[in-house]
């Protein structure tokens, strides 16, 4: 049965639920009296009951037994009715008149007579809380499907059919609240739809190479209306991409010149005794022919006393060096001294 008028819910119209109109309120007000009226009348003879079976034990005070038992299951069962026209049902409400209701079966069982008897004085009772039960399923059904708030069922025949795809449809209206199963289906066949398209678009690995709005417009397709999808598409589509940080630049460090030959006149000459480079030094030419080192050796075999700038002068070299090679030869040849 529909509860719902699924073409006014489309349009943006109030939603019309059962008992609208006239015929429907009058029906449902007889059918609520006469259930009203048994419920009453099992609660006066469970009184009659009861107040017979404690009478010996509270004498005067026997009456309040059965008054406070059948105030308080009216008391409660109005409390819950009334939570849940507000949408505050509350599961712990509804044990306190089922409690009491128990209870009065119980004490009317244990009146006495024959199992026939039991039964009928058991009985009773059980209509108030068959009354209240009705009254509140009636009522949460109303106020749901007026407020949208009650969720439609799954056919079984469509459970028996494709219980995969069905328990998936389902997941998706419980955890988008879609409570309309017709809006459910038609939200259904808008994705299997989009579905259809993105493969002839891009392959069976349309997941890899979609793009994000096409992406975006798939997962959207399972719960929100088809004429929103463009507008939302278009907002991710327009989002700006975050530049992407350049990597950081090394400085390069400029190359080292290459020592010249060529010595600067304005630059003071560097002794090489301070250096510690002149033992490494090749060994300077002078213009005569030969090297500075077998020329000193020859000064100092024939003049073992000349002076170290002396012997420099004489080999064109410079002061410090030539005092390095008169040292040098003079030591390890004793013959100079």
């Known amino acids: 049965m529909t509860y719902r008028d699924q073409?006014?819910?489309?349009?943006?119209q109030p939603v019309r639920a059962l008992g609208d109109s006239t015929g429907e309120r009058a029906a449902v007000s007889l059918i609520g009296l006469a259930m009203l009226a048994l419920a009453l009348i099992g609660m006066y003879?469970?009184?009659?009951?009861?107040y017979a079976y404690v009478h010996p034990w509270f004498r005067d005070t026997a009456w309040a037994v059965p008054i406070s038992i059948d105030v308080a299951i009216l008391v409660f069962s109005a409390a819950d009715l009334l939570l849940s026209y507000w949408r505050m049902a509350k599961p712990s409400m509804r044990l306190i008149p089922w409690g009491f209701t128990a209870a009065t079966i119980w004490l009317n069982?244990?009146?006495?007579?024959?199992?026939?008897?039991?039964?009928?004085?058991?009985?009773?009772?059980?209509l108030w809380v068959l009354f209240c039960e009705y009254a509140r399923h009636v009522l949460a059904a109303r106020v749901?499907?007026?407020n949208g708030a009650r969720m439609e069922k799954v056919r079984r025949s469509r459970w028996l059919l494709a219980p995969v795809s069905t328990a998936r449809l389902r997941r998706r209206m419980i955890l988008w609240e879609i409570t309309s199963y017709r809006r459910a289906l038609e939200l259904e066949a808008e994705r299997r739809t989009e579905i259809a398209r993105l493969e002839m678009a891009h392959g069976r690995r349309w997941r890899r190479h979609a793009p994000a709005p096409d992406r975006l417009a798939?997962?959207?397709?399972?719960?929100?209306?088809a004429e929103l999808l463009p507008s939302?598409?278009?907002?991710?589509?327009t989002v700006p991409a975050v530049p992407a940080v350049p990597a950081p630049v090394r400085a390069v460090p400029p190359p080292v010149a290459e020592p010249s030959d060529i010595t600067r006149p304005d630059l003071p000459r560097v002794d090489p005794e301070m250096t510690g480079f002149a033992e490494t030094a090749p060994e300077p030419k002078t213009a005569s022919g030969g090297s500075a080192r077998q020329r000193a050796a020859a000064l100092l075999a024939n003049e073992?006393?000349?002076?170290?700038t002396e012997l420099?002068?004489?080999?064109?070299?410079?002061?410090g060096y030539g005092r390095r090679l008169r040292s040098e030869l003079l030591n390890t040849t004793t013959g100079y001294r």
């Open 109 to 126: 069982w244990q009146a006495g007579g024959p199992v026939p008897i039991r039964i009928a004085h058991a009985a009773m009772p059980a």
């Open 312 to 319: 420099a002068r004489r080999l064109n070299v410079t002061t």
């Open 45 to 50: 003879v469970s009184f009659q009951t009861v």
């Open 7 to 12: 073409d006014a819910e489309r349009r943006g």
């Open 218 to 225: 798939l997962k959207l397709s399972a719960v929100a209306p």
């Open 304 to 308: 073992p006393d000349i002076p170290g």
């Open 232 to 237: 939302l598409t278009a907002s991710l589509a």
């Open 144 to 146: 749901g499907l007026v």
